[in-house]
């Protein structure tokens, strides 16, 4: 029998964060979204994608002499990429000493995927830990995550599944089905700003009822669903966003907010794509505000964790 194939970009062990335990996270290719703060811009895209980390690169060419297609050349001891003329052969990536050149993105079937996640299925035993399926948007490989769910479900492995849930809910139910969580990222409640998500203009607020929808139908089906909000200045670094937030848990069922503060560890990946990073320069957060933030949601008798 054929196995169901996705797009990966990365298999990261020893996650700690995106549910309890120890646990591997299976990241799927691809995200409907463009966050201007996205800390995995890598992930937008469906497509592979070559990036080179000009900070490690000490332009040896041996990239360049490597590649049959001229989609590696230098000008005055730079090194550049034309990723209209790769072909993703991994060649340059495979003879870069220093780890400059990394090609983002394989395709992989649920056995490949397995076999890396059933490694450590002892951690996951001793901790009440479990396998994590993130993005991107998994949602958009709806049949690779719901088969990758099933066979963790099969050996008896926790799955927890990160979304925006932004998908009509016939696709959302084949990915979510054999989830024991659903950590469901709620950026905004106001649907002005869903533009500012999906990098053009929406209607915001027939997408902000799709998925008030979806979180309703999951707590029906008795899914255990978690909050994850991540707060960004200049975006719904205040109060009143997080008083929404709480407004919709208590309306929808949902017993648990955790808090993503803002952070720029994912920089550096956007000059590597040739992406611009909107978010180089913005402040920091004030001391105190997340514990503030957190007091807030505890005081309204819901769960709340700081980092996931």
């Known amino acids: 029998m054929k196995q ?3 797009k990966v970009f990365n ?30 811009p890598e992930s937008q895209s469906a497509n592979r994608q070559l990036v080179l980390y000009q900070n490690l690169c000490k332009a040896c060419l041996l990239c360049e002499r490597v590649c049959q297609n001229g989609a590696v050349y230098h000008m005055d001891s730079r090194v550049f990429t034309n990723r ?3 072909d993703f052969c991994g060649k340059c990536e495979a003879m870069c000493p220093h ?8 395709d992989m079937d649920v056995r490949q995927v397995m076999h890396e996640v059933l490694k450590d299925a002892a951690y996951y035993a001793r901790s009440g830990g479990g396998v994590t399926i993130s993005g991107g948007e998994p949602l958009l490989q709806a049949e690779f995550a719901r088969a990758i769910a099933k066979e963790c479900k099969r050996e008896l492995l926790a799955v927890a599944v990160e979304t925006t849930g932004l998908v009509e809910w016939e696709q959302a139910w084949r990915a979510l089905e054999y989830a024991d969580e659903v950590l469901l990222d709620v950026k905004t409640t106001e649907p002005p700003k869903m533009d500012i998500l999906f990098g053009k203009h929406m209607d915001g607020a027939q ?11 999951l ?11 991540p707060i960004i200045p200049g975006f719904n670094y205040y109060r009143e966003h997080v008083l929404a937030v709480i407004g919709w848990a208590k309306e929808l069922d949902v017993a648990q907010i955790d808090l993503l503060p803002f952070h720029q560890f994912g920089k550096h990946k956007y000059a590597a794509l040739g992406m611009e990073y909107k978010y180089a320069d913005d402040a920091q957060f004030r001391n105190g505000d997340m514990e503030e933030f957190k007091e807030l949601i505890l005081q309204n008798g819901l769960r709340c964790e700081i980092g996931g």
């Open 11 to 40: 298999i990261e062990k020893f996650h700690i964060h995106d549910g309890p335990g120890i646990r591997t996270a299976v990241f799927l290719k691809g995200c409907h979204l463009k966050c201007p703060w996205c800390s995995n």
């Open 207 to 217: 997408q902000l009822q799709l998925l008030k929808s979806n979180i309703a139908n």
């Open 4 to 6: 169901q194939q996705g």
């Open 219 to 229: 707590r029906q089906e008795g899914k255990q669903v978690v909050f994850r909000c």
């Open 99 to 106: 780890s400059a050149r990394e090609i983002y993105g394989r």
């Open 84 to 86: 209209q003329a790769c």
